[in-house]
């Protein structure tokens, strides 16, 4: 079973950007397809971006062009860097690795003014 940390969620004002980071241990992280989903209050968890073991990208439309997903295999750390904020990008952001149950404990975002 693979732990996952998630760190960097905060406050932000509207335009502004933050990097949520997921550490990862064990051996399996860099052949691991991973995700990050958020939940907004009320509301179901909704994927938001994926990068597969190669660096293949996908986004949701309602990210697309603002965040970026990234992965350093030798630091076992994947990275979602947000920018142009919005307040609906606000929500509990969890990373995850793709096809199993091994999920972080999340991290708050809130982008208010």
């Known amino acids: 079973q693979v732990q996952l940390v998630e760190s960097g969620g905060g406050l932000v004002q509207p335009g502004g950007s933050l990097r949520l980071s997921c550490a990862a241990s064990g051996s399996i992280f860099s052949i691991s397809a991973m995700g990050w989903y958020r939940q907004a209050p009320g509301k179901q968890l909704d994927l938001v971006a994926t990068?597969?073991?190669?660096?293949?990208?996908n986004y949701s439309d309602s990210v697309k062009g603002r965040f970026t997903i990234s992965r350093d295999n030798a630091k076992n750390t994947l990275y979602l860097q947000m920018t142009r904020l919005k307040p609906d990008d606000t929500a509990v952001y969890y990373c995850?690795?793709?096809?199993?149950?091994?999920w972080g404990q999340g991290t708050q975002v809130t982008v208010s003014s």
């Open positions: 995850q690795v793709l096809g199993t149950t091994s």
């Open positions: 990068i597969s073991s190669r660096g293949v990208t």
